[in-house]
Protein backbone atom coordinates (compact mmCIF):
# COMPACT_ATOMS: atom_id res chain seq x y z
CA UNK A 1 0.00 0.00 0.00
CA UNK A 2 1.01 3.65 -0.11
CA UNK A 3 0.82 6.25 2.76
CA UNK A 4 0.83 9.65 1.82
CA UNK A 5 2.33 12.64 3.82
CA UNK A 6 0.54 15.85 2.90
CA UNK A 7 -1.77 18.71 3.01
CA UNK A 8 -5.70 18.53 2.80
CA UNK A 9 -7.85 21.47 1.87
CA UNK A 10 -11.30 22.61 0.60
CA UNK A 11 -11.07 24.06 -2.72
CA UNK A 12 -13.10 27.03 -2.74
CA UNK A 13 -13.60 27.81 -6.92
CA UNK A 14 -15.34 31.22 -7.90
CA UNK A 15 -15.84 31.54 -11.96
CA UNK A 16 -16.30 34.89 -13.43
CA UNK A 17 -16.10 36.07 -17.12
CA UNK A 18 -12.85 38.17 -15.72
CA UNK A 19 -11.00 38.60 -12.14
CA UNK A 20 -11.39 41.63 -10.56
CA UNK A 21 -8.93 44.45 -10.77
CA UNK A 22 -7.86 45.56 -7.40
CA UNK A 23 -10.77 46.95 -4.98
CA UNK A 24 -13.12 46.05 -7.46
CA UNK A 25 -16.29 43.58 -7.49
CA UNK A 26 -17.65 41.96 -10.13
CA UNK A 27 -20.49 39.50 -10.63
CA UNK A 28 -19.06 35.97 -11.09
CA UNK A 29 -21.26 32.96 -12.38
CA UNK A 30 -20.65 30.13 -10.41
CA UNK A 31 -19.01 28.46 -7.12
CA UNK A 32 -17.44 24.92 -6.31
CA UNK A 33 -16.39 23.68 -3.42
CA UNK A 34 -14.13 20.68 -4.05
CA UNK A 35 -11.44 18.40 -2.24
CA UNK A 36 -7.65 19.85 -2.94
CA UNK A 37 -4.11 19.89 -1.57
CA UNK A 38 -0.95 17.70 -2.77
CA UNK A 39 -1.51 15.61 -0.40
CA UNK A 40 -4.98 14.63 -0.55
CA UNK A 41 -4.84 14.95 -4.10
CA UNK A 42 -2.00 12.23 -4.18
CA UNK A 43 -3.51 9.98 -2.12
CA UNK A 44 -7.06 10.13 -4.38
CA UNK A 45 -4.85 9.00 -7.28
CA UNK A 46 -3.05 6.52 -5.43
CA UNK A 47 -6.56 5.08 -4.34
CA UNK A 48 -7.75 5.33 -7.55
CA UNK A 49 -4.81 3.71 -8.83
CA UNK A 50 -5.97 0.68 -7.21
CA UNK A 51 -3.49 0.94 -3.97
CA UNK A 52 -4.48 0.32 -0.79
CA UNK A 53 -3.73 4.11 0.72
CA UNK A 54 -3.34 5.57 3.77
CA UNK A 55 -3.35 9.67 4.27
CA UNK A 56 -1.52 11.37 7.12
CA UNK A 57 -2.69 14.61 7.38
CA UNK A 58 -5.14 17.13 9.36
CA UNK A 59 -8.48 18.87 8.94
CA UNK A 60 -10.18 21.01 11.15
CA UNK A 61 -13.61 20.36 13.30
CA UNK A 62 -15.68 22.95 10.69
CA UNK A 63 -17.41 21.87 8.24
CA UNK A 64 -14.86 22.26 5.56
CA UNK A 65 -13.62 19.24 7.57
CA UNK A 66 -16.78 17.28 7.10
CA UNK A 67 -16.42 18.10 3.13
CA UNK A 68 -13.02 17.26 2.53
CA UNK A 69 -13.06 13.89 4.61
CA UNK A 70 -16.14 12.41 3.12
CA UNK A 71 -14.71 13.68 -0.64
CA UNK A 72 -11.20 11.14 0.62
CA UNK A 73 -13.70 8.75 1.80
CA UNK A 74 -15.33 8.29 -0.99
CA UNK A 75 -12.67 8.07 -3.62
CA UNK A 76 -11.63 5.19 -1.49
CA UNK A 77 -8.90 6.91 1.07
CA UNK A 78 -8.25 5.35 4.16
CA UNK A 79 -8.88 8.04 7.01
CA UNK A 80 -7.59 6.24 9.91
CA UNK A 81 -4.47 8.48 10.05
CA UNK A 82 -6.41 11.76 9.24
CA UNK A 83 -7.00 13.54 12.54
CA UNK A 84 -9.29 16.14 13.21
CA UNK A 85 -7.52 19.29 15.04
CA UNK A 86 -8.76 22.26 16.78
CA UNK A 87 -8.73 25.03 14.23
CA UNK A 88 -10.02 25.54 10.78
CA UNK A 89 -9.64 22.87 7.87
CA UNK A 90 -7.10 24.35 4.73
CA UNK A 91 -8.41 26.25 2.30
CA UNK A 92 -7.43 27.68 -1.45
CA UNK A 93 -9.26 30.34 -2.45
CA UNK A 94 -9.46 29.90 -6.27
CA UNK A 95 -10.42 32.23 -9.10
CA UNK A 96 -10.99 31.67 -12.44
CA UNK A 97 -11.74 33.62 -15.34
CA UNK A 98 -13.45 32.93 -18.84
CA UNK A 99 -9.81 32.17 -20.63
CA UNK A 100 -9.02 29.46 -17.56
CA UNK A 101 -6.27 31.91 -15.75
CA UNK A 102 -6.45 31.81 -12.35
CA UNK A 103 -5.14 33.30 -9.15
CA UNK A 104 -5.13 31.07 -6.13
CA UNK A 105 -4.57 32.28 -1.97
CA UNK A 106 -3.42 29.16 -0.42
CA UNK A 107 -4.01 28.95 3.61
CA UNK A 108 -2.45 26.17 5.66
CA UNK A 109 -4.99 26.70 8.36
CA UNK A 110 -4.92 22.71 10.02
CA UNK A 111 -2.25 21.97 7.69
CA UNK A 112 0.00 23.63 9.82
CA UNK A 113 -1.04 21.48 13.02
CA UNK A 114 1.01 18.62 11.68
CA UNK A 115 3.43 17.47 13.48
CA UNK A 116 6.60 14.93 13.51
CA UNK A 117 4.77 13.02 16.61
CA UNK A 118 1.88 12.62 14.30
CA UNK A 119 3.96 11.34 11.69
CA UNK A 120 5.86 9.28 13.27
CA UNK A 121 2.41 7.09 14.96
CA UNK A 122 1.02 6.57 11.54
CA UNK A 123 4.30 4.98 10.03
CA UNK A 124 3.85 2.75 13.42
CA UNK A 125 0.20 1.97 12.52
CA UNK A 126 1.09 1.56 8.24
CA UNK A 127 4.20 -0.76 9.28
CA UNK A 128 3.82 -4.17 7.35
CA UNK A 129 0.98 -2.84 5.05
CA UNK A 130 2.40 0.16 2.93
CA UNK A 131 5.61 0.24 1.37
CA UNK A 132 6.04 3.79 -0.46
CA UNK A 133 5.47 6.69 1.32
CA UNK A 134 4.59 9.55 -0.80
CA UNK A 135 5.67 13.43 0.31
CA UNK A 136 4.86 17.06 -0.65
CA UNK A 137 5.98 20.71 0.86
CA UNK A 138 2.55 21.98 1.77
CA UNK A 139 3.24 21.16 5.21
CA UNK A 140 5.99 22.28 7.45
CA UNK A 141 9.06 21.54 6.18
CA UNK A 142 10.55 20.22 9.46
CA UNK A 143 7.80 17.61 9.84
CA UNK A 144 8.44 16.95 5.59
CA UNK A 145 11.90 16.11 6.19
CA UNK A 146 11.08 14.34 9.60
CA UNK A 147 8.90 12.39 7.87
CA UNK A 148 11.69 11.55 4.94
CA UNK A 149 14.16 10.33 7.76
CA UNK A 150 11.23 8.01 9.64
CA UNK A 151 9.88 6.89 6.10
CA UNK A 152 13.39 5.78 4.88
CA UNK A 153 13.91 3.67 8.21
CA UNK A 154 11.07 2.29 8.15
CA UNK A 155 12.10 0.84 5.40
CA UNK A 156 9.64 2.76 3.10
CA UNK A 157 10.55 3.32 -0.17
CA UNK A 158 9.72 7.44 0.11
CA UNK A 159 9.23 9.41 -2.98
CA UNK A 160 9.70 13.04 -2.57
CA UNK A 161 7.40 16.00 -4.79
CA UNK A 162 9.09 19.35 -4.05
CA UNK A 163 6.37 21.09 -3.69
CA UNK A 164 5.62 24.26 -4.03
CA UNK A 165 9.90 24.47 -4.45
CA UNK A 166 11.14 25.58 -1.28
CA UNK A 167 14.95 25.00 -0.21
CA UNK A 168 15.96 21.79 2.35
CA UNK A 169 18.32 20.77 4.53
CA UNK A 170 20.96 18.68 2.55
CA UNK A 171 20.69 16.17 5.18
CA UNK A 172 16.90 15.02 3.83
CA UNK A 173 18.32 14.38 0.68
CA UNK A 174 19.84 10.74 1.03
CA UNK A 175 16.47 9.67 2.87
CA UNK A 176 14.27 10.17 -0.86
CA UNK A 177 14.13 7.24 -2.96
CA UNK A 178 13.05 9.08 -5.91
CA UNK A 179 12.04 13.01 -6.07
CA UNK A 180 10.01 13.87 -9.09
CA UNK A 181 9.54 17.51 -9.37
CA UNK A 182 7.79 19.22 -12.73
CA UNK A 183 10.69 21.92 -14.34
CA UNK A 184 9.85 24.62 -12.31
CA UNK A 185 10.21 23.02 -9.14
CA UNK A 186 13.73 21.50 -10.71
CA UNK A 187 14.88 24.87 -11.54
CA UNK A 188 14.13 26.45 -8.22
CA UNK A 189 16.05 23.86 -6.63
CA UNK A 190 18.81 23.56 -8.63
CA UNK A 191 19.55 26.61 -10.29
CA UNK A 192 19.58 25.13 -13.56
CA UNK A 193 16.86 26.66 -15.87
CA UNK A 194 15.16 23.54 -17.22
CA UNK A 195 13.94 23.83 -20.50
CA UNK A 196 14.88 20.54 -22.33
CA UNK A 197 15.83 17.23 -21.67
CA UNK A 198 19.57 18.24 -21.50
CA UNK A 199 19.18 20.67 -19.07
CA UNK A 200 16.98 18.10 -17.07
CA UNK A 201 19.80 16.05 -16.91
CA UNK A 202 21.76 18.16 -15.56
CA UNK A 203 19.52 18.97 -12.76
CA UNK A 204 18.66 15.87 -12.39
CA UNK A 205 22.46 15.54 -11.33
CA UNK A 206 22.07 18.32 -8.51
CA UNK A 207 19.59 15.77 -7.22
CA UNK A 208 21.81 12.56 -7.31
CA UNK A 209 25.10 14.35 -6.14
CA UNK A 210 22.92 14.98 -2.25
CA UNK A 211 22.22 11.60 -2.35
CA UNK A 212 18.56 11.02 -4.09
CA UNK A 213 18.71 7.04 -5.66
CA UNK A 214 16.22 8.56 -8.39
CA UNK A 215 15.65 11.88 -10.32
CA UNK A 216 12.57 11.94 -12.18
CA UNK A 217 11.69 15.40 -13.70
CA UNK A 218 8.45 15.53 -15.04
CA UNK A 219 8.09 17.61 -18.48
CA UNK A 220 4.46 18.10 -18.88
CA UNK A 221 3.57 17.38 -22.72
CA UNK A 222 7.49 16.24 -23.37
CA UNK A 223 7.13 13.09 -21.05
CA UNK A 224 9.29 12.67 -18.15
CA UNK A 225 13.25 11.90 -17.49
CA UNK A 226 14.41 9.48 -15.08
CA UNK A 227 17.58 9.47 -13.96
CA UNK A 228 19.70 7.03 -11.84
CA UNK A 229 23.44 6.41 -11.19
CA UNK A 230 23.39 3.66 -13.75
CA UNK A 231 21.54 5.45 -16.47
CA UNK A 232 19.19 8.54 -17.84
CA UNK A 233 16.75 7.68 -20.08
CA UNK A 234 13.35 10.36 -21.27
CA UNK A 235 9.95 8.89 -21.36
CA UNK A 236 7.75 10.38 -24.37
CA UNK A 237 4.21 12.12 -23.20
CA UNK A 238 1.04 9.96 -24.39
CA UNK A 239 -0.72 12.02 -26.93
CA UNK A 240 -3.79 13.92 -25.46
CA UNK A 241 -6.09 16.87 -25.90
CA UNK A 242 -5.45 18.91 -22.44
CA UNK A 243 -8.60 20.57 -21.17
CA UNK A 244 -7.37 21.86 -18.39
CA UNK A 245 -3.70 20.49 -16.43
CA UNK A 246 -4.41 21.12 -12.73
CA UNK A 247 -3.13 18.16 -10.58
CA UNK A 248 -1.26 16.24 -13.99
CA UNK A 249 1.54 16.14 -11.08
CA UNK A 250 -0.22 14.71 -8.70
CA UNK A 251 -1.70 12.55 -11.09
CA UNK A 252 1.30 11.27 -11.98
CA UNK A 253 2.79 11.00 -8.69
CA UNK A 254 -0.49 9.34 -7.22
CA UNK A 255 -0.49 6.64 -10.00
CA UNK A 256 3.50 6.20 -10.02
CA UNK A 257 3.71 5.40 -6.16
CA UNK A 258 0.39 2.63 -6.40
CA UNK A 259 2.41 0.74 -8.88
CA UNK A 260 5.62 0.78 -7.36
CA UNK A 261 3.82 -0.69 -4.19
CA UNK A 262 2.26 -2.83 -6.25
CA UNK A 263 5.91 -4.72 -7.01
CA UNK A 264 6.00 -3.33 -10.59
CA UNK A 265 8.95 -2.58 -12.13
CA UNK A 266 10.49 1.16 -12.15
CA UNK A 267 9.96 2.03 -15.70
CA UNK A 268 6.21 0.26 -15.84
CA UNK A 269 5.55 2.37 -12.48
CA UNK A 270 6.84 5.58 -14.66
CA UNK A 271 4.45 4.78 -17.70
CA UNK A 272 1.73 4.33 -15.68
CA UNK A 273 2.01 7.70 -13.91
CA UNK A 274 2.45 9.05 -17.21
CA UNK A 275 -0.97 7.88 -18.29
CA UNK A 276 -2.26 9.11 -15.25
CA UNK A 277 -1.09 12.82 -15.53
CA UNK A 278 -2.01 12.58 -19.86
CA UNK A 279 -5.28 11.37 -18.88
CA UNK A 280 -5.95 13.66 -15.66
CA UNK A 281 -5.33 17.26 -17.99
CA UNK A 282 -8.30 15.65 -20.26
CA UNK A 283 -11.00 16.51 -17.81
CA UNK A 284 -11.44 19.67 -15.55
CA UNK A 285 -10.18 20.21 -11.81
CA UNK A 286 -8.54 17.81 -9.93
CA UNK A 287 -10.18 15.21 -7.67
CA UNK A 288 -12.96 14.17 -10.48
CA UNK A 289 -10.37 14.26 -13.10
CA UNK A 290 -8.00 11.65 -11.21
CA UNK A 291 -8.05 8.27 -13.43
CA UNK A 292 -8.51 5.01 -12.25
CA UNK A 293 -6.67 1.74 -13.10
CA UNK A 294 -8.87 0.80 -15.78
CA UNK A 295 -8.26 4.57 -17.51
CA UNK A 296 -4.77 3.87 -17.30
CA UNK A 297 -4.74 0.56 -18.94
CA UNK A 298 -6.61 1.68 -21.68
CA UNK A 299 -4.59 4.36 -22.55
CA UNK A 300 -1.70 1.81 -22.16
CA UNK A 301 -3.04 -0.86 -24.23
CA UNK A 302 -4.55 1.44 -26.87
P1 LIG B 1 2.91 19.29 -12.92
O1 LIG B 1 1.42 19.20 -12.99
O2 LIG B 1 3.46 18.98 -11.54
O3 LIG B 1 3.50 20.52 -13.53
P2 LIG B 1 3.61 17.87 -15.35
O4 LIG B 1 2.86 18.92 -16.09
O5 LIG B 1 5.05 17.69 -15.67
O6 LIG B 1 3.47 18.03 -13.77
O7 LIG B 1 2.82 16.50 -15.61
C1 LIG B 1 3.16 15.26 -15.03
C2 LIG B 1 3.15 14.17 -16.10
O8 LIG B 1 1.83 14.11 -16.68
C3 LIG B 1 4.12 14.42 -17.26
O9 LIG B 1 5.37 13.79 -17.00
C4 LIG B 1 3.39 13.77 -18.43
O10 LIG B 1 3.72 12.40 -18.52
C5 LIG B 1 1.92 13.92 -18.09
N1 LIG B 1 1.39 15.11 -18.78
C6 LIG B 1 1.25 16.37 -18.27
N2 LIG B 1 0.77 17.22 -19.22
C7 LIG B 1 0.63 16.49 -20.35
C8 LIG B 1 0.19 16.78 -21.68
N3 LIG B 1 -0.20 18.01 -22.04
N4 LIG B 1 0.17 15.75 -22.57
C9 LIG B 1 0.55 14.50 -22.23
N5 LIG B 1 0.98 14.18 -21.00
C10 LIG B 1 1.03 15.14 -20.06
Known amino acids: GVVVVGSISADVTAFARRLPRRGETVLGDDVTVNLGGKGANQAVAAARAGAPTWLVGCVGTDPFGDIVSSALRAHGVTLTEVRSVGSRTGIAHIR ?11 TPLANADLTAEMVDESIRA ?46 VWPHVAVVTPNESEAAALTGVEVVDVESAERAAAWFLDRGVRHALITLGSAGALSVTPERARHFPAYPVT ?12 GSFGAALAAGLDVSTAIRRGMAAGALATTLPGAGASLPDRKAVDELLDA
Open 96 to 106: VDASGENDIVM
Open 242 to 253: PVDTTAAGDAFT
Open 126 to 171: VRGRAGVLLLQLEIPAEVACHAAEAGARAGLTVVLDPAPAQPLPDR
